[in-house]
């Protein structure tokens, strides 16, 4: 007995001893300014020197446990971010802590002594998500390069259609979740990217596939992540085409003109920063074709995004932020289609506030707080009270709706990050919830308006009826709880489920997401990654309104101009039945290697099933039998119902992509990229029917309008053979879009059955950085598409006009000059 009560106080004090020996490194990757960096690749090298390779978590925390004490050196990079190079560091037997800071990628005018990370394969994620930093975002030379939606058509799988929206994996932009430091941006009745940010403001975006995390609902096409920079202890200052420029296009005039001025530094060393961003923009457009007094649209648009961060304490941060947006353009709309009688004054505002707090607790927990308050104004004027006349040869007359709508979202989000712990490898969970408050106003006037023939006799005329002012609201509740699983050192495993519910459509919905990636020890630096996730959409306020609205009252007319129909009435119902919630099944898979230390490969396949989509859809029956429940059609001052467009879950969407990928890094900030994408996007709801729409679809089976099957990009800045010189380049080459041959107020044959030519824009600029007097200055001049390649965005597609399928528009080649002050010289 003695003996084995010997034995096992032994064999405990050995495990005690080798427990003590074991050495263990516990550490926390971090901005300047203390804010953790996720996602940060931290290598370490034994004394041996072998490699060992750890990623940070979302609070920015790691841990390794070694064999044995001694000298190792340790490196951190995150893409973003200079990379931090390798320093020594000693670790002893026990417990080990180290703190990693990393600074921001900026652009490099000073002597820094680091370098810039290319997309380095991200062993904390299960997909693969492309990233692009602000330094990036100032290098490559895209048209109207002070804003961020356009500034998104650089990234693969990103489309910009005619009207300038972004399409991400073929979605709409309702179908995207676009966010600001954490939280939702997509403009509250629509659900689209409507508010402007200056490139100058941003430090990241990161660009999500359809596989999102649980934490991220409502984004079934994806998600585009805008992180802005706090500022840090040094005062930065910066200005950008603060000198206007002029144009010579059938006469002078004062050319576009993008003013814009950058300033942060500390409010308190060491313990509060900010920064503020403000970008300014003069938009003056010239239709060659159009006379002279009516051929010009100017717009003034103005941006300013304040971000601030106070550390209460070191385990504290308080973040606060203020966006806000103003836009007047007294003649959009202005094409040689519409002159300018038939255009609108059109005015926008928006703010946008939001606060978070997030507690670090031991052992890398962490705990977050915030609120966000979103208000949008929108107010459309008419030129005149005419009616609208529809030609095939354009339009006359005056717009026929005098609108003012308002909305606003109220969003409220917690999470807590438990402590990494074990079990068949380590785990790390998130959970938390988030409510959003929606509400919409609207007072709309609507004349009317008529469609003419070709030979100027009226076809139909079309008055508006019923209420044109009302208001409605929306709550939208969610939970979510994911566990990050690392497996092994090679194995990530990412399970999450969310939970969802919406007023409107009154459903819970619980939707998984899981996604697994593998890094195989014999490929080196390999990842190969496959995911699934059910996304649902959020309901749509702008959809569920459409029956509080106004109705259409039409009247049909014989050649010889006797009334031959009507009046009948279209209107808009969404009826008692048992509403599902539109989702998105999303499949991805794809492969990423580093074929060298700054060449990054990357091959990606998407496949995207939209199911349950709301649409509307006429119901009237054969010999105009109204749907039952429908009071009769005098009530609406008609002899007949037109149409009966009820709301339904029809809608399906359908997108496969495969993009091939290049990226690489050179010498600090330059580098360049190349990519094609091979895709499709078709649906059975291509046109959005809607009353502000004369458009009228039988068959709404087709690709959608922004369906590129064939696209290429790339952007390069290199450094030239002489000091302080660059070059920049950006191209994209892509399928034309298409478009629905009308007649008569009516879709002809299939929808989008035809194409506009092919797309080619290559823009060549060359930059020179000096020093002036003691401050630093950057100069840029070159051509947007220097091919003047035509790429149209406008097509007549009135079978009946006698100028059918002829192109306008798009833009030409065009000088470009950008002056920017960069602040002092340091000494």
Same mark, same amino acid.
């Given at each position: ?35 953790p ?25 790691f ?6 004490a ?20 000693w ?12 600074t921001p ?41 002070n804003?961020?939606?356009?500034a998104l058509?650089?990234?693969?799988g ?18 995207v ?49 805008v ?25 002078f ?35 060659e ?26 385990s504290q ?25 038939t255009t ?15 507690i ?13 308050a ?14 609208l ?27 807590f ?28 006037? @609507?004349?009317?308006? +008529?469609? %003419? ?5 009226? *076809? #139909? &005329?079309?008055?508006?009826g !019923?209420?044109s ?32 519910w ?9 939707s998984?997401r ?17 995911a ?43 009826g ?16 990423? @290697?580093?074929?060298? +230390?700054? %060449?990054?490969?990357?091959v990606n396949? *998407? #496949? &995207?099933?939209?199911e349950? !989509? ?46 091939v990928?290049?990226r690489?890094s ?8 190349a ?10 709801g ?19 309008p ?13 450094p ?33 059955? #035809? &194409? ?31 091919t ?6 406008l097509v ?13 528009g ?13 602040g002092?010289?340091?000494?």
């Amino acid at each position: 007995m003695v003996k084995r009560v010997g034995g096992l106080v032994f064999g405990l004090a050995a495990l005690v001893a080798q427990g003590l020996a074991e050495v263990r490194l516990a550490g926390r990757v971090t901005s300047e300014n203390n804010s953790p960096v996720s996602g940060a690749r931290v290598r370490l090298q034994k004394p041996d020197g072998v490699w060992v390779e750890m990623a940070s978590d979302t609070a920015g925390a790691f841990e390794c446990r070694l064999a044995a004490a001694g000298d190792y050196r340790i490196a951190a990079e995150r893409d973003g971010y200079f990379r931090l190079g390798e320093r020594p560091l000693w670790l002893a037997e026990g417990a080990n802590e180290v703190e990693l800071a990393l600074t921001p990628l900026r652009e490099v005018f000073e002597a820094i002594d680091v370098r810039a990370v290319s997309s380095i394969v991200d062993l904390e994620r299960v997909v693969s998500e492309q990233s692009l930093s602000g330094a990036e975002l100032l290098a490559v030379p895209f048209p109207a390069s002070n804003s961020l939606k356009n500034a998104l058509r650089v990234v693969p799988g990103v489309v910009q259609d005619a009207k300038g929206n972004v399409h991400l994996n073929g979605g709409t932009e309702e179908q995207v979740l676009f966010t600001l430091n954490g939280f939702t941006l997509n403009d509250p009745l629509n659900g689209r990217f409507e508010a402007r940010v200056g490139v100058e403001a941003v430090q990241t975006v990161d660009i999500a596939n359809g596989r999102l995390p649980a934490e991220y609902g409502r984004g079934s096409a994806g998600m585009v992540a805008v992180t802005t920079s706090p500022g840090d202890d040094k005062p930065r200052y910066s200005a950008t085409n603060f000198f206007p420029g002029f144009e010579n296009r059938k006469g002078f005039f004062l050319g576009n003109w993008s003013p814009r001025l950058g300033l942060s530094g500390p409010i308190r060393k060491g313990r509060a920063w900010f920064s503020d961003s403000l970008s300014t923009q003069y938009d003056q457009q010239v239709i060659e074709e159009l006379p002279s007094g009516g051929d010009r649209m100017s717009a003034w648009r103005v941006a300013n995004l304040l971000h601030t961060q106070v550390n209460l304490t070191p385990s504290q941060i308080l973040h606060t932020g203020l966006l806000v947006n103003g836009w007047t353009a007294p003649r959009f709309g202005l094409s040689v289609l519409s002159p300018p009688e038939t255009t609108l004054d059109r005015r926008t505002r928006q703010w946008f506030f939001n606060i978070k707090d997030q507690i670090y607790l031991r052992r890398g927990a962490l705990v977050e707080f915030g609120y966000a308050a979103n208000r949008t104004f929108a107010r459309e004027v008419p030129q005149g009270h005419a009616f609208l006349s529809i030609t095939p040869d354009g339009n006359r007359g005056n717009a026929f709706a005098d609108a003012v709508r308002k909305a606003g979202r109220d969003q409220w989000l917690a999470s807590f990050i438990s402590p990494s712990f074990g079990g068949w490898g380590t785990h790390q969970l998130k959970t938390g919830i988030d409510v959003s408050r929606l509400s919409y106003w609207q007072l709309v006037r @609507r004349t009317g308006f +008529e469609q %003419l023939r070709a030979d100027g006799s009226r *076809l #139909r &005329r079309v008055l508006f009826g !019923g209420r044109s002012e009302f208001q409605e609201s929306d709550l939208e509740t969610a939970s979510f709880v994911q566990d990050t699983w690392r497996v092994s050192r090679g194995v990530l495993v990412e399970l999450g489920l969310r939970l969802d519910w919406d007023r409107l459509i009154r459903r819970w919905n619980l939707s998984p997401r899981t996604g697994v990636a593998w890094v195989p020890g014999r490929l080196g630096r390999t990842k190969i990654h496959g995911a699934y996730a059910l996304v649902y959409e959020a309901a749509s306020l702008r959809l569920f309104t459409r029956p509080l609205d106004q109705y259409a009252l039409t009247t049909y007319y014989a050649p010889d101009g006797a009334a031959a129909r009507g009046p009948a009435a279209s209107v808009f119902r969404i009826g008692a039945w048992r509403r599902e919630t539109p989702r998105a099944r999303n499949w991805s898979a794809g492969f990423e @290697r580093e074929a060298t +230390e700054t %060449l990054f490969v990357r091959v990606n396949y *998407l #496949r &995207r099933r939209g199911e349950n !989509g709301f649409t509307y859809t006429n119901r009237l029956g054969p010999d105009e039998m109204a749907p039952s429940g429908l009071a009769p059609a005098r009530e609406f001052g008609a002899s007949a119902f037109d149409a009966v467009y009820m709301l339904g879950n029809e809608r399906r969407d359908s997108f496969d992509s495969i993009e091939v990928a290049l990226r690489q890094s050179i010498r600090r900030q330059y580098g360049w990229m190349a990519s094609y994408t091979r895709s499709r996007a078709l649906s059975n709801g291509v046109v959005d029917i809607n009353i502000d729409d004369p458009i009228m679809v039988l068959q709404n089976v087709g690709p959608m309008p922004w369906d590129s099957p064939h696209r290429f990009v790339g952007w390069t800045y290199l450094p030239l053979f002489w000091r302080d010189w660059a070059v920049a380049a950006f191209t994209e080459t892509r399928s034309g879009l298409p478009f629905s041959v009308q007649s008569g107020g009516r879709i002809l044959g299939e929808v989008n059955s #035809r &194409r506009l030519p092919a797309f080619f824009e290559l823009n060549l600029h060359l930059e020179r950085r000096f020093a002036f007097r003691g401050h630093r200055w950057e100069f840029r001049m070159g051509f947007n598409n220097i091919t003047n390649h035509r790429n149209p965005n406008l097509v007549n597609s009135d079978a009946d006009s006698r100028n059918f399928l002829r192109c306008y528009g798009g833009q030409g080649r065009a000088g470009n000059f950008r002056i920017r002050w960069l602040g002092r010289v340091a000494r």
